[in-house]
Every structure is written in structure tokens, then in C-alpha cells.
T-cell receptor, first 113, second 115 residues
Framework: DQQVKQNSPSLSVQEGRISILNCDYTNSMFDYFLWYKKYPAEGPTFLIS?????DKNEDGRFTVFLNKSAKHLSLHIVPSQPGDSAVYFCAARYSNSGYALNFGKGTSLLVTP | EPEVTQTPSHQVTQMGQEVILRCVPISNHLYFYWYRQILGQKVEFLVSFYNNEISEKSEIFDDQFSVERPDGSNFTLKIRSTKLEDSAMYFC?????????????FGSGTRLTVV
């Protein structure tokens, strides 16, 4: 039961350009969304989150956009840097669901010099 | 920066054997979690633990699984009789409080291979 979907398994972007990672969800009860970054041989690292009462949250080079009507969120990285090369996971939860996060399968981002 | 530490980094075990995966959460954290990722699949929630008891568990976390906080620092996941399909990367995570609106801190994971 894939409630959080990341349909692009991989993405390649040139250094300095914008990286856009997409995520779709099916459960309309989700009200918090998070992005995690994962390097090989490391655990996922929290990057940025957004509440469903907002449509945008920005933190430095990272911005997350939420379109509730389309059940879609995206992570923008600008400018992209080679150190951003990693797997990015989208995750979601809803307030009354307990503690579990629902993850997507991840998108592998490669930023080339 | 404080870390969640997991040992071992890689564990190979025979089918049917018991295995214990160990985690040392961040010292002032109160909520603890186990997730797993089967190769090529999504990261899946297994269980959350607070105040010395399970707060929530998923369908995956059946009677073969148990968690324990035997002392003030370790948090363990035991699989009683491993199956081939238990092969996965197991991630421990912790948070200082109920981080429902924020991310929590993950360890680097233990790769479990059941042969």
C-alpha cells in the first residue's frame, strides 16, 4: 500500500542549476510532510518539513512546496551542489496516526560538476 | 553533533536463528523507533517505544519481533527466528520528545542478511 509515491527513481542535475524532487501522496489525512536525505552507509537525515496549513517552507537552499488539492509536494534545491548528491526520501504522517512516518521509495539525485 | 549509534553495521545470520540489533539513542531523547528498508523498497515503520513500553507498532512487527531498553542507554530489536524475508537494512531512530511535526535522528543502520 504505497501512500507516498516518488515516481522518479533518479535525477541528474548540473551543479548550480535547480533540482526539483517530486512526491505524491494518496492519503488526504496526511498533515505533515518531511524530506530526508540519505548518503550511502548512513541513516536518513532530516532536511525540511512542512505542515499542511502552509504551502511553502524555505530553509537556505532548500524549499518545499505543498499543493494539497493535487496531493503533491516538491523539494527545490537551488543552487545544486555536488555534495547534494544523495537519495532523497519524502515522508508523511497525520496527527492522529501515532508515531509512524510513511516513506516514499526515494529519488537518487546526482549533481554533476 | 549527537548521534544515534547502531551495532553491528552488518550482521549475517542463518535462517531460524535469533538476532539482536543494538542501538544507542541520543542520551536525552525519550522516544525510540525502529524502521527497516528492504533493498529497493521504501523505508517502513516497525515500532515506536516510549516510557519503557511500545507506543505503536506496524503489521510487520509480529510476535517474532521484540524491543527492549535493558539499561539507560541501549535500545534493542530482537528477531526471534529469522526468515529470509527479514533481510533488510534496519534503522534505529530517536527523538527528544514526540517529534510528530519534525524529523527524528536516525542511526546509520544495521544491514541484516539472513541466509
Amino acid at each position: 500500500d504505497q501512500q507516498v509515491k516518488q515516481n522518479s527513481p533518479s535525477l541528474s542535475v548540473q551543479e548550480g542549476r535547480i533540482s526539483i524532487l517530486n512526491c505524491d501522496y494518496t492519503n488526504s489525512m496526511f498533515d505533515y510532510f518531511l524530506w530526508y536525505k540519505k548518503y550511502p552507509a548512513e541513516g536518513p537525515t532530516f532536511l525540511i518539513s512542512i505542515s499542511s496549513i502552509k504551502d511553502k517552507n524555505e530553509d537556505g537552499r532548500f524549499t518545499v512546496f505543498l499543493n494539497k488539492s493535487a496531493k503533491h509536494l516538491s523539494l527545490h534545491i537551488v543552487p545544486s551542489q555536488p555534495g547534494d548528491s544523495a537519495v532523497y526520501f519524502c515522508a508523511a504522517r497525520y496527527s492522529n496516526s501515532g508515531y509512524a512516518l510513511n516513506f516514499g521509495k526515494g529519488t537518487s539525485l546526482l549533481v554533476t560538476p | 553533533e549527537p548521534e544515534v549509534t547502531q551495532t553491528p553495521s552488518h550482521q549475517v545470520t542463518q535462517m531460524g536463528q535469533e538476532v539482536i540489533l543494538r542501538c544507542v539513542p541520543i542520551s536525552n531523547h525519550l522516544y525510540f523507533y525502529w524502521y527497516r528498508q528492504i533493498l529497493g523498497q521504501k523505508v517502513e515503520f516497525l515500532v515506536s517505544f516510549y516510557n519503557n513500553e511500545i507506543s505503536e507498532k506496524s503489521e510487520i512487527f509480529d510476535d517474532q519481533f521484540s524491543v527492549e531498553r535493558p539499561d539507560g542507554s541501549n535500545f534493542t530489536l530482537k528477531i526471534r527466528s529469522t526468515k529470509l524475508e527479514d533481510s533488510a537494512m534496519y534503522f534505529c531512530a530517536s527523538s527528544v520528545r514526540d517529534r510528530r511535526t519534525y524529523g527524528y535522528t536516525f542511526g546509520s543502520g544495521t544491514r541484516l542478511t539472513v541466509v
